[in-house]
Structures are given as structure tokens and as C-alpha cells.
């Protein structure tokens, strides 16, 4: 039998590292099987998307435990940055022409998107 360290389901920030929990995994024969689970992890982070951790493991007669997933979701929920180009605040005299001096966005995931 496996059993999950951690949640089931976990979220994660684009950009940021992902460090798995882990299982355990014990059989009433052979006892504690932990050492020989084989994890198949896929999560690209720097990646927005669901990705599923999957746990296997068989005991020394090769009897195969039901496989137990771990779904990860890399989301991006940080705003994009806009910074302005020149002054914030522009004094003109009245009837003179105003040419803006523009402004610049960027993002953690997208990054410029100006």
C-alpha cells in the first residue's frame, strides 16, 4: 500500500522550484517497502500547466500496489508590472501639443508584453 506525504493536490507559482513530498509504501509481507517506490515527476515550473507525480511499487513477489497520483498545478497569479516612461506628473502650458512618453509592461510568465 501507498500512502502520500503531503496533499494530494498542491499549486505552485510559475518560476518557483517544486520539491515533491514523497510516499511511503509497506506490504504485509515484506514490511516496509518505501525504498523501492518508483515515482514518475514531470513538473516543469517554469511551465503553466497540470502535471501528475505518480507512485508505484511491488513487493519481492511482484505483486503491484495501485498506483497513487499527486496532482501538481503550476498557475500564474502575479501581475504583470507597467512602468512608465519619462515623468509621472507633466505641467504643459495651455495649447501646447502633449506627446506621452509611453510606458513599458512586463510579466513573470509572458515577459515583455509592452
Known sequence: MITLEGE???????GTSY??????????YDGDITDTIVIVNNVDSAVVGT????YNVSDANGNAAE????TVNVVDTTVPVITLEGEATVT???GTSYTDAGATASDNYDGDIT
Open 8 to 14: 494530494a493536490t498542491v499549486t505552485l507559482e510559475v
Open 19 to 28: 520539491t515533491d513530498a514523497g510516499a511511503t509504501a509497506s506490504d504485509n
Open 51 to 54: 502535471y501528475a507525480v505518480t
Open 67 to 70: 498506483e497513487v497520483t499527486r
Open 92 to 94: 504643459l502650458e495651455v
